[in-house]
């Protein structure tokens, strides 16, 4: 909740001394560079911090004898995984043949998943320790920043990593801009690894997001300061003239003819297909709103995420192809989620359409197995008949669809990255945690190996150090 | 009966509902896949009861839990006669004239106690009018109740209630000055009358919160703390010296009769805490102020100084899963800080107040619920089932000094009862059926009437609006 407050609530109040430096539009900023702003937009390089992550080093592990669950829906009891070269080789029953010399683990009483992706994070944008000088997720000068990039915020130190990777068998994670603003920015996917740059932990090849926002924060916010947007209505206003201008600008782009401008670059990525839409918005009526703005404009919105209310339009976001990413249960902290339910999660699932949970929290990002069981129980007990392994699709492949990185993992199927969690038990039991995580198929949590537990350097050296946690 | 029927045309609309819902509750939804027969049992004896009367009743056939730390037996009894329980156990006999309610090998609890709260204080958090947690523009600050503050009716008492929490220690949040004021201990009954014990503990937070409220400096919380003291127990002396002391008077008239009973120990403090070093200055408080009764919360450091605060004696109320070193006070979080304490000889309680204090107290299952698998973790500590359960029950209730009326069903405590669809720690399991003081309650929320309403979300006939 802390985390959420910051990001939400509190953004006006904990950044309004930021205030003071927002005299200019978006555009201003891209101009600040002399040099750059006479270059012509179509031959800007797209990824000028390009990820420098590589798998870490594995070796040919083979787990049997274990419940699978392979994130697509599937189960296989007493089943086997080959995981070789950083990739799944393989998934089958126990007569699954198996190479020689690779590492063998029993998994006999245990569970294997793929790995857990949470698609709404602002690990390392604000990090541990929550203090001012740490404060980075919201760029609340000006109701639309499409230029700000969260990895230029994400501090790579942050001791949540390391919790969610440990606790909460998390392998991949969005991180995202705060709510404040109606177009808060880029987000950026990482894998979890711990690394000294940002660069050492972004995705490969994952397209970049736009956060953009419903609802009460912008409007609080910037109403808060006395300008537009103070409504619902002034947000779609600054929306949809923000993206007619995004349309002009994509003209000029194609015609090449465009300067340089880094917030107008981001919408044209948008409006182009590349660049995703993660919306945060609560209540239904505003979610369909949301929807024929898209269509106005030509774009399409990959997830609403805190997405409370779509229980209520579960048929309307089953037909336009959009994943919820919700809680399992939260509600009440603001008027838009006062109409929060538990069953929320299975109604969307059983509607057809893409059920995500997601975490916002630097603690319940360590437990969405958890949530995720939660929501299960709820749906069975209003006759919603879900399994075990199809529920896993919420914080796996669904996720990773919605962030455009389902090729590559969120499943186990064969040939792609060994995102593999080992669980010690069921992982809908409270009693149930990860005994063994890997990444590419490298090793990068063990619970019985103190030595592979992550300790950032924000740690090193204080009370507690490669603690248990 | 009547007379509860004919009180108001609202409450008379309440037990209606009640009805309805217990149907919905045993009949269709709960039951869905259990045995029928419980079901049968339970509308029977629940539609009789429904106007919320205190009834006495034996509920046999019991995996049950007295919730004082000892293991779960099977086939026990549970037999609540004027709103308080007389007996549990195995071997109980089952009086004349008590109805029995089967419950079938179910898991039966006493009711949960939320350790540390904002239930009933709070509709909508960002929504000012509804919330009442903190003061913070009063005048006044020790001297604060929340009494008046609580609404019973407001629908997180009611979700909480679903999720097995019957009674909850609530505290006021800040206030102008470093007290925050004084908090209750509350029941989350289908009524009007919420307070159990009014004043029941008094609330300060130390460590960088009480600095911001003393002037900015730890060196200002506990010279502010020491002479608000001071001048109460001057006041306790002498009334007549608070006259004297005019504009330059530490504390309001109210604000010194609060920290008179903090001195004495009629009520009890909890200290917000959790750096080692203000932890240990904390317990040192006892040294000038003896008959204080301190009950830390947070202490989210508290493992490394376990054994003083042991040897202090001084329960503590923590929010057991919070590991992140989210400020430099609590550098050293793990969630084996439950377990080490409770090693250590502490008397732990769990408390959900990390996150959101007034809506999701039904959490406090799953995070007693994760220290029992955190005990299989290797160099990790956590809590046995019974210990854990027992750390949402019977602690709380000690911590804050009703260890003899509420959290347990030992002879003698509130018929605070719960039937679980399953084991009450697991994720997910919900309540079949909760008593408060013998008075069986409602366990349908507005969330399960907006969840019927949208079962289907596309409209019929008419709009959802006419769906009820």
Redesign the interface.
């Known amino acids: 909740?802390?985390t959420r407050l910051k990001a939400s609530?509190l953004a006006a109040v904990s950044l309004g001394f930021a205030g003071c430096a927002a005299t200019g539009g978006e555009a201003k900023s891209a101009g600040d560079k002399p040099a750059a702003s006479a270059e012509k937009s179509a031959k800007f390089d797209k990824n000028p911090y390009p990820s420098t992550y590589r798998p870490y080093p594995s070796q040919t592990t083979v787990v049997r004898g274990v419940t699978i669950f392979d994130g697509e829906g599937g189960r296989i009891d007493d089943g086997v995984i080959v995981m070789a070269d950083g990739k799944v080789e393989a998934v089958g029953g126990a007569d699954l043949a198996v190479p020689a010399g690779a590492a063998a683990i029993d998994g006999r009483g245990k569970y294997l998943t793929p790995g857990v992706i949470d698609i709404h994070s602002h690990l390392g944008d604000y990090p541990?320790?929550?203090?001012d000088a740490h404060s980075d997720g919201n760029e609340a000068t000006s109701p639309t920043t499409p230029e700000v990039w969260s990895e230029h915020s994400v501090w790579p130190q942050d001791?949540?990593f390391s919790?969610a990777l440990a606790?909460g068998g998390v392998t991949s994670l969005q991180i995202l801009p705060g709510s404040a603003n109606l177009m808060g920015g880029r987000s950026i996917t990482l894998k979890n690894v711990p690394a000294r740059t940002v660069q050492g932990m972004k995705f490969p090849g994952a397209p970049y997001g736009l956060k953009m926002a419903c609802g009460?924060n912008p409007k609080r916010v910037y109403g808060g300061k006395g300008r537009m947007p103070s409504t619902r209505m002034g947000n779609f206003a600054v929306n949809r003239q923000t993206w007619a201008k995004a349309a002009a600008h994509k003209k000029k782009m194609d015609e090449g003819k465009a300067d340089r401008d880094l917030a107008m670059e981001t919408l044209v990525g948008v409006l182009s297909g590349e660049i995703l839409v993660h919306n945060h918005c609560y209540r239904a009526d505003e979610m369909a709103l949301v929807i024929d703005m898209a269509k106005e404009f030509g774009y399409k919105v990959s997830t609403f995420h805190h997405a409370v209310e779509s229980?209520?339009?579960?048929?309307?976001l089953a037909k336009e192809g959009i994943c919820s990413a919700m809680w399992a249960?939260?509600?009440?902290?603001?008027?838009e989620s006062?109409?929060?339910?538990?069953?929320n999660v299975p109604?969307v699932e059983r509607?057809g359409a893409c059920a995500i949970v997601h975490s916002d929290d630097?603690?319940q990002i360590?437990?969405l197995n958890?949530e995720a069981?939660?929501?299960?129980?709820?749906g069975?007990?209003?006759?919603i008949d879900i399994s075990d392994a199809q529920a896993w699709t919420w914080v796996s492949y669904n996720p990773a669809k919605a962030l455009g990185i389902a090729d590559r993992t969120g499943s186990l199927k064969p040939g792609k990255m060994a995102d593999v969690v080992l669980w010690?038990g069921n992982p809908?039991?409270?009693?149930?945690?990860p005994e063994k995580v890997w990444i590419d198929g490298a090793l990068m949590y063990d619970?019985?190996d103190?030595k592979r537990r992550p300790v950032s350097d924000?740690?090193l050296g204080?009370?507690?150090e490669g603690?248990?946690? | 009966m009547n007379a509860l029927f004919t009180k108001s045309l609202v409450r008379s609309h309440r037990a209606k509902s009640r009805c309805l819902s217990f149907v919905r509750a045993f009949g269709v939804s709960r039951l869905r896949s259990t045995r029928a027969g419980l079901g049968v049992a339970l509308v029977a004896s629940m539609a009789a009861a429904a106007p919320a009367a205190a009834q006495d009743i034996a509920i046999t056939n019991a995996r049950l839990v007295i919730g004082d730390g000892s293991a779960p037996v099977e086939g026990g009894t549970v037999v609540v006669r004027g709103g308080k329980v007389v007996a549990a156990g195995t071997g109980v006999a089952v009086p004349a004239g008590v109805e029995r309610v089967d419950a079938e090998g179910r898991w039966v609890t006493p009711g949960l106690v939320a350790a540390f709260s904002r239930v009933g204080l709070v509709e909508v958090d960002a929504v000012s009018g509804t919330n009442d947690r903190s003061a913070t523009r009063s005048r006044f600050s020790a001297g604060l109740d929340i009494a008046p503050a609580l609404n019973p009716m407001g629908s997180p008492v009611a979700v909480n209630r679903a999720g097995g929490v019957t009674r909850a220690i609530v505290a006021p949040g800040p206030s102008s000055s470093l007290f925050a004021g004084q908090g209750a201990v509350v029941d989350l009954g289908d009524d009007n009358d919420m307070v159990t014990r009014a004043r029941a503990l008094q609330f300060v937070a130390f460590g960088e919160a009480g600095s911001s409220k003393a002037g900015g400096s730890r060196a200002a919380t506990f010279l502010l703390f020491r002479e608000q003291l001071l001048a109460a127990r001057s006041y306790a002396r002498n009334p007549a010296a608070l006259a004297e002391w005019g504009n330059d008077a530490l504390l309001q008239r109210a604000d010194a009769e609060a920290l008179v009973r903090v001195i004495d120990g009629t009520t009890p403090l909890f200290v917000r805490v959790d750096r080692a070093s203000d932890i240990l200055n904390v317990l040192k408080l006892k040294g000038e102020f003896p008959a204080m009764k301190l009950v830390l919360v947070g202490a989210t450091d508290g493992w490394l100084v376990a054994r003083d605060i042991a040897a202090a004696k001084v329960p503590v109320i923590l929010s057991p899963l919070s590991d992140l070193p989210d400020s430099f006070e609590r550098l050293a979080a793990t969630q084996s800080n439950a377990g080490r304490l409770k090693e250590a000889g502490v008397d732990v309680s769990v408390g959900v107040f990390d996150d959101d204090d007034a809506h999701k107290m039904g959490y406090a299952t799953q995070y007693a619920g994760n220290l029992v698998g955190l005990a299989r973790v290797p160099g990790a500590s956590g809590l046995t089932w019974d210990e854990a359960f027992a750390s949402i029950s019977s602690a709380p209730a000690r911590a804050v000094g009703m260890e003899a009326s509420i959290g347990s069903l030992r002879p003698g405590r509130a018929g605070d009862v719960v039937i679980w669809d399953d084991d009450p720690l697991e994720l997910g399991s919900r309540p079949v059926a909760v008593w408060i003081d013998g008075k069986a309650q409602s366990l349908t929320t507005r969330q399960d009437r907006l969840r019927d309403r949208y079962a289907n979300p596309q409209e019929g006939a008419l709009p959802k609006a006419y769906d009820r």
């Open positions: 909740m802390r609530l541990s320790p929550s203090v001791p949540g919790r606790n009460e229980y209520k339009i579960a048929d309307l249960d939260w509600w009440g902290f603001k008027m006062y109409d929060g339910v538990n069953e109604l509607a630097a603690n360590q437990r958890q069981a939660k929501a299960l129980k709820a069975r007990r209003m006759g010690n809908f039991s409270a009693y149930t945690r619970a019985n103190p924000f740690e204080q009370p507690g603690d248990v946690k």
